[in-house]
């Protein structure tokens, strides 16, 4: 099953990294970030910190996606953001609730992830056509959470932070190869 995801996750990093050359008018601070922050961490300290930061990833996605939804005419488009919203800030009141078993928010690695979700949510308020803008942010912010996923399913011993993981990783990259397949 491990060694299943991690080939998932894997393949999920290399067709975003393909990708991302297409791109390059978009602020991707947080595509390719190999978030060492968490590699030096264990235990506590690394569900802390993944949790710290996994939150305001998810409320960018969250941001991200009602950006588009007041433009959009795609239907498509229109269920990607629902869906996203949805799921996403069911994980947000996850990870939290979690989060005061665990000393509460890291403020500093929480500051460091908006700092580096604030242009992917800002290019898609910004754009002229916003579903692609949603569509294309929407790859390099699903894999940077696919990497800190993968790190989880290696540091973590939380059961229930390791089906957190396993969940982002599944559904995220499902949904980067919908989107990869919608801007074709």
């Known amino acids: 099953m491990t060694k299943t995801l991690l080939t998932t996750v894997f393949i999920a990093l290399l067709s975003t990294a393909s990708t991302q050359n297409h791109h390059s008018g978009m602020n991707h601070s947080a595509a390719g970030a190999n978030h060492k922050e968490l590699k030096d961490l264990s235990g506590k300290a690394f569900d802390r910190a993944f949790l710290s930061m996994m939150i305001p990833h998810h409320e960018a996605a969250v941001d991200m996606s009602k950006a588009v939804l007041p433009t959009t005419k795609s239907a498509q488009v229109k269920a990607w953001a629902q869906a ?33 979700m604030a242009g992917m949510v800002k290019d898609v308020h910004t754009a002229s056509n916003r579903d692609r803008a949603f569509a294309k942010g929407m790859i390099p912010h699903h894999a ?8 989880a399913l290696k540091k973590s011993k939380n059961p229930t932070i390791l089906k957190l993981a396993r969940d982002i990783v599944s559904s995220q990259t499902k949904e980067i190869n919908q989107f990869r397949a919608y801007l074709k």
């Open 84 to 116: 996203i919203i949805k799921a996403q800030n069911t994980e947000i009141t996850l990870m939290k609730r979690l989060l005061t078993t665990h000393g509460g928010s890291d403020k500093a690695m929480a500051t460091q992830m908006n700092s580096m």
């Open 144 to 151: 940077s959470a696919i990497e800190m996923a993968s790190h």
